[in-house]
């Protein structure tokens, strides 16, 4: 008897942007689940920690990617960001104020420029999707990780390419796009995602304990709260 | 008495794409022309030679610019093009060839990279506006050199950033787009550019000499043969 396949997905391929933290690597394990072929892509790009890039090697390499690249981009050299720069990481601050406003985090054009890495990247490897883990609920107010910004780069993107001007058609997925934190997780660890492995604090120490007090630790502890689950993160402070 | 301004235009700043080449030498002469602070942005990108970047240095001395970034970043890594990669320079293209479909020197999304870098910096430099020599009539068959990609990335741009989310209008100029070879040489030097200090060709030996061959050679020269004037570069074989 002949096997037939007809259960299996067909195997293509996708540029995942891959930064070591609970949303690049939930979107990995969703796009996998989706049946893609994953090329990841970090960067070092003048963030004050190292950390998370080691997590994302680990990250690519539990979750089976085809081929990770680390591109060094000096961002810091540009200026203008507390995730690159001499401005401190704020720290505890309420929710109301998290959700109000652009923090200085943000790093000018961050995703934009991550973004177009991926399309050049696409397009070699003749990939016509790429993974992002951008989300609009629970997303600390940078501008680069909206809807709107993202179907704009999607438009963009189809005009830059000889693939595009060929007919191929480009997709940007953002599996997380409208999930909140908690959901986040739970889809995770419904695909066996070990968020053990994951980097997320901003400002963490030189082994890696997160702070617990930055926006992004705050809201991930949240998430894990919300659920009801442990996060197996190590953290230097409390939960607040 | 008191002396008046009004015939001098304010000083805006503006990010400037600064390659070596003729293109945008001249679009940096018409940006100073139109009273603008220049901040040039240079890329080694992984390609073939290292000579554009040298003339990029004196130029951006000669333009009185006030601050030359050189980025380093590794498109080679990704590969994709023979500017970049191992594929060999095309030479002494026809041209109907050289009109029809796109060259082995297109550069997988080098233009979305080389302005999502322009955008991060403008911003962090409060600028509103960049300049990049994009050119639609002799544009080698780029996409990303099409007034449409242009424009996409704009609108693009207007949804990326923190300045742009507060209210800026960012603006892509792109005072090229609709001369010809002979009409941008004959601006140049109108506004004064030493054509001896741009770089064009696409395969220079070590000590700079252009081929003469390659299509960016094969189209400046005819733009000087067009516009009956000498091409003060440096060529290893006679016209053709």
Same mark, same amino acid.
């Given at each position: 008897? =002949?096997?037939?396949? =007809?259960?299996?997905?067909?195997?293509?391929?996708?540029?995942?942007?891959? %930064?070591?933290?609970?949303?690049?690597?939930?979107?990995?394990? &969703?796009?996998?689940?989706?049946?893609? %072929?994953?090329?990841?892509?970090?960067?070092?790009?003048?963030?004050? $920690?190292? $950390?998370?890039?080691?997590?994302?090697?680990?990250?690519? @390499?539990? &979750?089976?990617?085809?081929? $990770?690249?680390?591109?060094?981009?000096?961002?810091?050299?540009?200026?203008? %960001?507390?995730?690159?720069?001499?401005?401190?990481?704020?720290?505890?601050?309420?929710?109301?104020? &998290?959700?109000?406003?652009?923090?200085?985090?943000?790093?000018?054009?961050?995703?934009?420029?991550?973004?177009?890495?991926?399309?050049?990247?696409?397009? =070699?490897?003749?990939?016509?999707?790429?993974?992002?883990?951008?989300?609009?609920?629970?997303?600390?107010?940078?501008?680069?990780?909206?809807?709107?910004?993202?179907?704009?780069?999607?438009? &963009?993107?189809?005009?830059?390419?000889?693939?595009?001007?060929?007919?191929?058609?480009?997709?940007? $997925?953002?599996?997380?796009?409208?999930? %909140?934190?908690?959901?986040?997780?739970? /889809?995770?660890?419904?695909?066996? =995602? +070990?968020?053990?492995?994951?980097?997320?604090?901003?400002?963490?120490?030189?082994?890696?304990?997160?702070?617990? @007090?930055? +926006?992004?630790?705050?809201?991930? /502890?949240?998430?894990?709260?919300?659920?009801?689950?442990?996060?197996? @993160?190590?953290? @230097?402070?409390?939960?607040?």
């Amino acid at each position: 008897m =002949v096997e037939t396949s =007809v259960n299996r997905k067909p195997e293509r391929t996708a540029v995942l942007l891959l %930064s070591g933290g609970l949303d690049s690597t939930t979107t990995a394990a &969703m796009a996998r689940a989706d049946g893609y %072929s994953i090329f990841a892509l970090t960067f070092r790009y003048g963030q004050r $920690h190292s $950390h998370e890039i080691d997590c994302a090697v680990r990250i690519a @390499a539990a &979750m089976g990617v085809k081929r $990770h690249e680390i591109i060094d981009i000096d961002l810091g050299r540009l200026g203008g %960001s507390a995730l690159t720069g001499d401005i401190p990481v704020p720290k505890n601050r309420a929710n109301a104020e &998290m959700e109000s406003g652009i923090p200085l985090t943000y790093v000018p054009a961050r995703n934009t420029i991550f973004l177009a890495y991926a399309l050049g990247w696409a397009e =070699v490897l003749n990939a016509n999707d790429i993974f992002i883990g951008v989300n609009a609920v629970d997303y600390s107010g940078y501008p680069d990780c909206r809807p709107e910004f993202i179907a704009a780069f999607e438009t &963009m993107a189809n005009l830059a390419t000889r693939a595009t001007v060929q007919g191929q058609r480009l997709t940007i $997925h953002t599996p997380l796009l409208h999930l %909140s934190k908690q959901q986040i997780i739970e /889809r995770g660890l419904a695909l066996g =995602v +070990d968020y053990g492995l994951t980097s997320t604090c901003y400002d963490p120490s030189a082994n890696g304990i997160a702070c617990g @007090a930055c +926006d992004a630790c705050q809201l991930r /502890r949240k998430g894990f709260r919300n659920a009801g689950l442990t996060d197996p @993160a190590p953290y @230097a402070s409390n939960e607040a």
